[in-house]
Every structure is written in structure tokens, then in C-alpha cells.
């Protein structure tokens, strides 16, 4: 059965950023958008550990569901303007009109509400904050927690390196330098697959739209167990598919050569402008792959808020227990 926790801007303890995002918005006029009929007056989150478990969720959730896509309906112009919709920003820690435009949408007149409803103060967008806001929420850390992320040039990562001085950070920098040194910035190289770090070594480790690119998937989710003390935790985000027992491989290794089985999809890189490619979306599949990499709990996270700004229907990240 699934598990729900409530959240509410009525019961606040957040915490203020000074980073910016990394796509601050351009000078722009936004028609402002006042709230109306959201049908979610605060943050429930809830638990989900299996495909029959979302299913179930899904069936008794769908009022609320569809008493959110009406919510956006209302708020999204005909025409394709920037505009702005009122909620309570985390990382801000106030109220805030957020930035909303249709820059990164596959489909003309969709707003890609993920990447693009942004604090006017931190400029970090939905995915950010809610991965700020659920991890506070859920992932229980002291101020001398051990944290590794899997990246390291972000503004994700300098939001946790300022709040938790025993954060480390990486990029995967290739072959020419060696795994566990740091190149002339002062990044480090890593790669999951074969992490430097020894046994047990971090109380949490954070990995954010990362793993589908990297095609032996499984040895990696050894990997981030094998770091992670007893009791630690893992919370990782990746193109999940909820309707989906299975995950969708869409390319893979053969004899060194990249084979694609479906039309190649890359994401943004940090580091390039070429962009990375996606080798897997994944589903439901991937929590027993978890369970048999090491973890002893493994469960989605499925939220929706338009008081918080997390907009665009239900929203997945995960975790795990060691």
C-alpha cells in the first residue's frame, strides 16, 4: 500500500539559496497569472514501491490529478508568451510569482513545466526545488553528513556543498585522467561504474538524471550501494515511464560500438555542448534491480503541488535504503 506524506506552506522550515539556476530568463514582459481551482492546496508526497502499488494510486489520485491538469489549462495563454503563476518558492523561502515560458517543449504550445517554472529569486526551477524540498523531507541529514553527488560543476552541487561541508562532488572526465584525481579546476573524475571511494564511505548519495546514460546501469547501482554505509541513503532521479513494468532500453553496447534500437535521444551536458546521450527511460523494473544491487527499501516519491510550484502533473524521484 502506499504511503503518504502531507506538506504544507503553513508549517514552514526552509532554507534560503544564494545560487542561481543555470538558465537565468531573459528581460521579457510575463502576463501574470492569478491562481485559481489548483485542487491541491498543499504537497502530499507519496510512497510507492511497486507498479501494482502506482496503479492503485493512480485510480484513487485521479480527481486530484485531473483537478490539476484543469489548474493548468487555466493558467497556460493561447498564445505563447512568458507568464508568471503564484506559489511558495522553498529555496526562496517566500512567496513568489514563478517565471513560466515555453523555451525546452517538444510539442508547440506545451509548457515543459518540469524545467521551466523558475524562482524569480534563485532561478532554480521546478525539478530543483523539489529535489531541494524532498530531500530536507526525506532523506534525514546532520550538518556533517558525508553527501556525494554525481555532479559537480552545478549549481545543484554548490547549493549542497554550502549547506553540508562534507559533500563531495564529481564529473565522469574520461580516460585521460585518472579515476579519484582532480583536474586543474579542481573537478574531480569519477565514474559509476567503478567509483574510487572505499566500502561504506557516505551516509547519502544523490545522483540526478544521470544513470540513463550510462549503459551497464546495474553494475552503477552496485556501485552507489557499495559506498553507502548501513542505513545510508540514495536519492536519484531518471526518465521514468510510471505506466511501465519494464524499462525501455533504447541503445546499448555491442563490440564497442553504440547499437541503436530506438531513434537516439540526447540531454544537456555541463561539460559539452554535443550533449549526452540516453540509453535507457526506465520503469518500475528498476526498483527490484535496485533491491538486488544492495538496498534493503527501495520506493518512488510521487508529488504534485501548486502551492510549491511543482507543476505538470505527478512528478517521480526515488529512493533507497541500504
Not at 546495474?218 to 553507502?228: N, P, W, Y
Request: aromatic share 14%.
Amino acid at each position: 500500500m502506499a504511503e503518504m506524506l502531507r506538506c504544507s506552506a503553513a508549517a514552514r522550515v526552509y532554507r534560503r539559496s544564494r545560487y542561481a539556476g543555470p538558465v537565468p530568463f531573459q528581460e521579457e514582459k510575463y502576463c501574470k497569472r492569478e491562481a485559481q481551482g489548483t485542487g491541491d492546496k498543499d504537497m502530499r508526497i507519496y510512497r510507492i514501491r511497486s507498479y501494482e502499488e502506482f496503479v492503485a494510486h493512480a485510480a484513487r489520485n485521479k480527481t486530484a490529478s485531473d483537478q490539476h491538469q484543469s489548474y493548468l489549462r487555466k493558467i497556460t495563454p493561447l498564445e505563447q508568451v512568458p507568464f508568471t503563476v503564484p506559489g511558495y518558492s522553498y529555496t526562496a523561502g517566500r512567496q513568489v510569482d514563478f517565471l513560466v515560458d515555453f523555451q525546452h517543449s517538444g510539442n508547440s504550445g506545451q509548457v515543459n513545466w518540469r524545467e521551466r517554472v523558475c524562482c524569480p529569486k534563485t532561478y532554480f526551477n521546478n525539478r530543483m526545488r523539489a529535489t531541494f524540498h524532498l530531500f530536507d523531507l526525506e532523506m534525514a541529514p546532520y550538518p556533517d553528513s558525508r553527501i556525494y553527488l554525481t555532479e559537480q560543476v552545478t549549481p545543484i552541487y554548490s547549493y549542497f556543498a554550502d549547506r553540508f561541508p562534507g559533500t563531495v562532488g564529481s564529473e565522469f572526465l574520461g580516460d585521460h585522467l585518472p579515476l579519484g584525481s582532480v583536474d586543474e579546476n579542481g573537478v574531480r573524475n569519477e565514474t559509476l561504474c567503478a567509483l574510487s571511494f572505499p566500502d561504506r564511505t557516505f551516509d547519502i548519495l544523490i545522483s540526478l538524471d544521470v544513470l540513463e546514460h550510462i549503459p551497464e546501469y546495474e553494475l552503477a547501482f552496485g556501485e552507489c550501494a557499495r559506498v553507502l554505509r548501513d542505513g545510508g541513503r540514495m536519492m536519484w532521479s531518471v526518465p521514468f515511464i510510471p505506466s511501465s513494468r519494464c524499462n525501455i532500453v533504447r541503445a546499448k553496447i555491442e563490440n564497442g560500438q553504440i547499437v541503436h534500437i530506438l531513434p537516439p535521444e540526447y540531454h544537456g551536458d555541463p561539460l559539452s555542448s554535443d550533449g549526452v546521450l540516453c540509453f535507457q527511460h526506465f520503469g518500475w523494473e528498476m526498483l527490484g534491480q535496485m533491491r538486488n544491487a544492495g538496498f534493503r527499501d527501495v520506493y518512488a516519491l510521487c508529488y504534485q503541488s501548486s502551492e510549491f510550484g511543482y507543476l505538470g502533473g505527478e512528478q517521480f524521484i526515488f529512493v533507497a535504503i541500504k
